[in-house]
C-alpha cells in the first residue's frame, strides 16, 4: 500500500512538473487595462476631432467674411443700377467679361490687343521704373540714415518734393525723353522711390547704437558694418518700402498711360470709354484691384520670409 501511494505521488508531481505553469488572472486589473486603452483610443479620436474642427472654424472665419463682404458690393452694385443710370449691373459685366476673356492675347494691330498684353505692358512698364527706384532709393537711405550730415542737406530737397504729385513729373518726362513710353517709366520711378528711400532711412536710425559701438571696438569695416549690422536690423523696414512702392507704382501706371497713349491697361481703359464701352471699365477696375493685390501680396510674402524678426 505504501509502495502504491508513494508511486501514485511521483506521477503526479511529474505531471504537474511537465504542464506549463498558467498565472493566476487577476479580472480588476484586466479590466482596468482594458478601460485604459479604450480612454486613450478615445482621446486620440477627440483630439482628431478637435484639432480638425478647430481647422474648420478658423477656415470659416478666414472665409466667410471677405465672400460676405463681396456678396454685399454685388448686391449694392445690382441695387444701384436698377434705374436707367447708365451703369451696367452685374449681369451685363459679367457677360462682357466672358467674352473678353475668351481670348485675352489676340493682337490684330499696334493699339488693338487683348486685355492681357495691355496688362503685361503696364506691368513691364512698372517693373523697370520701379527696379531703377529700388537701386537708387534703397541706398540712399542706407546713407541717409548712416550719416546725419548727409541727412540733414537732403531732407529739405526730399520734403520738398516728394508730396509733388506724380502726373505733374509726366511734362517733365515728356520734354527729357520725348516719348512716351520711357515718360511713363520717369513718373514711375518718381512716385516709387520716396518710400523706400524714407523707410530704409529709417530703419537704418532705429539700429540700437550699442551695436555700433561694437562695430567700432571690434574695428570692422564699413562694409562688414552694413551686411553683418545694418542689412539684417533694416531689411524689415526695407520690405515695407518696396511693398508700399509697388503699391504706388501701380496706381500711377494708368493715369499716365491714359495721358500718354500707346498700350496698357489705363490707354485701354481710357480706348473703351471713348468706345462707350463702359461694362469694359469695370472689369478693367477689377483686373487694376486684382493685380495690385496680387504684387502687394507676395511682396508681403517675401517680407513674412526674409524678415529679420522671425528668424
Known amino acids: 500500500m505504501n509502495v502504491a501511494v508513494t508511486m501514485e505521488r511521483t506521477a503526479g508531481g511529474a505531471a504537474d512538473k511537465g504542464a506549463p505553469a498558467v498565472a493566476p488572472v487577476d479580472n480588476k486589473a484586466a479590466a482596468a487595462q482594458v478601460g485604459s486603452v479604450a480612454v486613450a483610443a478615445g482621446g486620440t479620436a477627440g483630439g482628431q476631432g478637435g484639432r480638425a474642427g478647430e481647422w474648420l472654424r478658423t477656415l470659416l472665419r478666414a472665409v466667410l467674411p471677405p465672400v460676405f463682404g463681396m456678396v454685399l458690393l454685388i448686391c449694392l452694385w445690382h441695387v444701384a443700377t436698377l434705374g436707367d443710370s447708365g451703369i451696367p449691373g452685374p449681369g451685363k459685366t ?13 493682337r490684330e494691330g499696334p493699339n488693338d490687343q487683348g486685355i492681357g498684353w495691355n496688362v503685361l505692358e503696364s506691368l513691364k512698364r512698372v517693373g523697370i521704373g520701379f527696379g531703377i527706384a529700388a537701386l537708387i532709393g534703397i541706398p540712399a537711405g542706407f546713407l541717409l540714415g548712416r550719416f546725419a550730415t548727409l541727412a540733414q542737406m537732403m531732407n529739405p530737397i526730399i520734403s520738398l518734393l516728394r508730396p509733388v504729385s506724380p502726373l505733374a513729373w509726366l511734362p517733365i518726362g515728356l520734354l527729357v525723353f520725348q516719348r512716351a513710353d520711357p515718360a511713363a517709366t520717369w513718373t514711375i520711378f518718381i512716385c516709387s522711390i520716396w518710400p523706400m528711400i524714407l523707410n530704409t532711412a ?20 564699413e562694409w562688414k558694418i552694413f551686411t553683418k549690422i545694418l542689412f539684417p536690423a533694416v531689411l524689415p523696414y526695407m520690405l515695407t518700402g518696396i511693398r508700399l512702392s509697388i503699391g504706388t507704382a501701380w496706381l500711377v501706371i494708368v493715369a499716365a498711360e491714359m495721358l500718354t497713349g500707346g498700350v496698357g491697361i489705363g490707354f485701354w481703359v481710357w480706348d473703351e470709354w471713348n468706345n462707350l464701352k463702359v461694362e469694359h471699365i469695370i472689369i478693367a477696375i477689377f483686373v487694376i484691384g486684382i493685380v495690385g493685390l496680387i504684387l502687394e501680396q507676395m511682396l508681403m510674402l517675401v517680407a513674412r520670409r526674409f524678415s529679420y524678426e522671425n528668424r
Open 202 to 221: 529709417q530703419g537704418v536710425t532705429r539700429v540700437p547704437q550699442d551695436y555700433l559701438n561694437v562695430a567700432r571696438v571690434l574695428n570692422l569695416s
Open 94 to 106: 459679367w457677360d462682357a467679361a466672358v467674352a473678353l476673356f475668351s481670348d485675352p492675347f489676340y
